[in-house]
Nanobody, 120 residues
Framework: QVQLVESGGGLVQAGGSLRLSCAAS????????MGWYRQAPGKQRELVAI???????NYADSVKGRFTISRDTAKNTVSLQMNSLKSEDTGVYYC??????????????WGQGTQVTVSS
C-alpha cells in the first residue's frame, strides 16, 4: 500500500506559477514510476508528467517547456513546477505512483487530488 498526499494547488492568474507536491508514505525508490495527471471538467484524466525510478522524465506535449517534474528521494516527495500557466491547465491534479506488483504486473495508487484554477 502507498498513501499519496498532494498539496500546492490553488487559484492563479494566467501566466503565473504554482508548485505541486506529493508526499509518499514509503520510499519512492520502490516505485516503478511516479507522475502527475489532471482531469478537467467533462474530460478524461490525462497524463501531465512522469518520472521513472531511473530518473527519466516525460511530459504531455501541451506542457513541455512550461512544467517540470522532480523528486526528492530523501523526503519521498515528487513535485511539479508549473510556469506560464494557461486557462486550459485548469483541473484537478492527481499524484500517481506505479508500483511493481509481480512479474509484468503493476499497481497504481492515487492521491486525493488538488484543484488548480487558472483565471484568464
Amino acid at each position: 500500500q502507498v498513501q499519496l498526499v498532494e498539496s500546492g494547488g490553488g487559484l492563479v492568474q494566467a501566466g503565473g506559477s504554482l508548485r505541486l507536491s506529493c508526499a509518499a508514505s514509503r520510499s519512492i525508490f520502490s516505485m516503478n514510476a511516479m507522475g502527475w495527471y489532471r482531469q478537467a471538467p467533462g474530460k478524461q484524466r490525462e497524463l501531465v508528467a512522469i518520472i521513472t525510478s531511473g530518473g527519466s522524465t516525460n511530459y504531455a506535449d501541451s506542457v513541455k517547456g512550461r512544467f517540470t517534474i522532480s523528486r526528492d528521494t530523501a523526503k519521498n516527495t515528487v513535485s511539479l513546477q508549473m510556469n506560464s500557466l494557461k486557462s486550459e491547465d485548469t483541473g484537478v491534479y492527481y499524484c500517481n505512483a506505479n508500483v511493481l506488483a509481480g512479474y509484468l504486473s503493476t499497481v497504481d495508487y492515487w492521491g486525493q487530488g488538488t484543484q488548480v484554477t487558472v483565471s484568464s
